[in-house]
């Protein structure tokens, strides 16, 4: 009778666990409020989609889903108000009080209702998939349940650095994809710096045919463990402006806004290399560097340089609708500019205080021309010296001072602090045992406890944070299964730092029970990742 009564009391326990476990039904991002319900809906062939708008982005992208995975043929039909039976509605009807990007998920035996409006029917799509097996034959069995969903932050960032190494337009696509899975949306892409211009600039043919290439390819490290080694195989590539369309269009069919960064007055080598008048000493000889580090040479802020900055920008601004520009301003040393007659000109004329007055002179003129066309300005937090620029947005990189700082100046702020395990550069385990990295430590856990509104500011300043994102640098990342390693699975404790709400998230669901089930989706799908073994610093 003992034994019956231990039996009892582990069958009941495991009962209660059964019941408390996945409270999430494996969501990623954790939504704000999950219901379940009895009963299943049996998603086949036969299932009819009825939408407000039949060739809407976000219903398009789940006729094709259930097609590219299923071979589902499903039939598309306008609401007409009278729901059908086994029929998915997607409906702008049912939205009142949700917030912006928001939606509410209703699967029941008869029928599954997606209410949201624009991206939120997008999200609530990309929860309803989530939910199906893994297994990609046969009917879909979805068990019931009512999601209520929104994003904490409206500003949800991936970064990909395509200097140090170039991605292809189809990996950056694949690199989209898993971003919109994980409801974020907006990709920063990092198209210059000292090692390639990677966007072509029909006024200045020079950045992609001189700027995109490199003598060599650097093989080895640039500090601590390893000398430089290089193989003499040239290395180089860029974007069509038609690509960088191409790429822009699939991002919005997504939801994913695209802010290009631009980098200057540093990290100017490549262009330097194509324009050395564009530098305070143009008989140097400059080259794309086949190394990665701080570079003294940089832009001269001469009227010659801003015209040719100011063009480049209208480019970019006629290609990208996105609100931001990211003009950089990031490790710009003042060596160059101390000895440069001219920079000493402007310095004198202009009675700034030094060349930390420079830098900003020289943002707040980008800003003004970027303002002048309708956009705004974002730059990495070196734009706080000297003062910042009237409109412009922070990105704090190094940890969280300079967002801070900004927001109490009432700036809006990203989060992206490097030393919060947001640089995805950095090794996920000890470093020895990981794949060479730039260095740093940023394991799952600590991406996953990050919280992008510091106590320091009150909940009026809080408000300025518009958002958080994570970086991927690349100068130690030659290849797109890299790129996956290091993306996977921090992208999904990214998206849950920046999607949900504070009280729901858990680091032991998130890594014990959801986690795995994705990982088996990305073996389906060809992703690469990391095995989440936490190994300590
Ligand atoms: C700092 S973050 C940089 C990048 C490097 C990165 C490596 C920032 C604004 N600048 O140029 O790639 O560190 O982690």
């Known amino acids: 009778s003992c034994l019956l009564f231990l039996l009892t009391v582990f069958i009941f326990s495991a009962g209660v666990k059964a019941q408390n476990t996945d409270p999430n039904m494996g969501v990623i991002p954790a939504p704000v409020s999950v ?37 589902f043929s499903n039939k598309l039909q306008t609401n007409t108000g009278t729901a059908a039976n086994n029929a998915i509605i997607l409906t702008a009807a049912g939205t009142e009080g949700l917030p912006a990007e928001g939606y509410r998920l209703t699967i029941a035996p008869n029928q599954i209702t997606i209410a949201g409006k624009g991206a939120g029917l997008f999200y609530g799509i990309q929860t309803l998939i989530q939910l199906f097996p893994l297994e990609r034959s046969g009917t879909i069995k979805l068990p019931c349940a009512r999601i209520e969903d929104y994003p904490r932050f409206g500003y949800r960032g991936m970064h990909l650095d395509v200097s140090r190494h170039f991605f292809s337009v189809e990996f950056v696509k694949r690199y989209l994809d898993l971003m919109a899975a ?55 590539g860029y974007y069509t402006q038609d690509q960088i369309r191409e790429v822009i269009q699939y991002a919005a069919s997504k939801y994913i806004t695209i802010i290009p960064e631009i980098e200057m007055p540093g990290h100017a080598m490549a262009a330097l290399a194509a324009y050395p008048e564009l530098s305070c000493d143009p008989k140097q000889d400059y080259k794309v560097s086949g190394t990665w580090g701080v570079f003294n040479n940089i832009f001269c802020p001469t009227e010659k340089t801003f015209g040719f900055l100011q063009d480049v920008l209208s480019e970019v601004i006629d290609l990208f609708p996105s609100k931001y520009i990211h003009i950089g301003g990031d490790e710009a040393p003042k060596v160059v500019w101390k000895s440069s007659p001219e920079a000493q000109a402007i310095i004198k004329r202009l009675k700034l205080k030094d060349e930390h007055g420079l830098q900003s002179y020289f943002i707040q003129r980008m800003e003004k021309f970027v303002n002048s066309k309708g956009r705004s300005i974002i730059g990495w937090d070196e734009i706080l010296e000297g003062g910042l620029a009237p409109n412009a947005t922070v990105m704090s990189w190094r940890g969280e001072a300079g967002g801070i700082a900004a927001a109490k100046q009432g700036h809006n702020v990203i989060m992206t602090p490097s030393s919060s395990a947001l640089y995805f550069d950095h090794s996920q385990a000890r470093s020895d045992l990981e794949p060479l990295s730039i260095g740093g430590f940023a394991p799952l856990s600590k991406v996953y406890a990050y919280n992008p509104t510091p106590a320091a500011l009150t909940p009026a300043q809080n408000k300025y944070i518009l958002g958080v994102q994570a970086n991927l640098w690349t100068e130690y990342v030659a290849t797109e299964k890299k790129v996956e390693y290091l993306l996977l699975p921090r992208l999904m404790a990214l998206s849950e730092v920046a999607w949900t709400p504070l009280a729901n998230k858990n680091y032991t669901d998130f890594s014990e029970t959801r986690v795995a089930r994705h990982l088996a989706w990305f073996d389906k799908n060809g992703f690469n990742y990391r095995v989440p073994v936490a190994i300590g610093a």
């Open 35 to 71: 219901q379940k319900q009895a009963g299943t809906f049996v998603l086949s062939q036969e299932t009819l989609i009825q939408a407000d708008t039949v060739t809407n982005k976000a219903v398009r992208f789940l006729a094709d889903y259930l097609q590219n995975r299923y071979s």
């Open 182 to 236: 994980y409801k974020l949306n907006t990709f920063h892409w990092h198209l210059t710096d000292d090692q390639g211009w990677r966007i072509e600039i029909k006024k200045y043919p020079r950045l992609t045919q001189v700027g995109s290439q490199r003598a060599e390819t650097l093989i080895g490290n640039y500090h601590d463990r390893m000398p430089q080694q290089f193989d003499n195989t040239p290395y180089g």
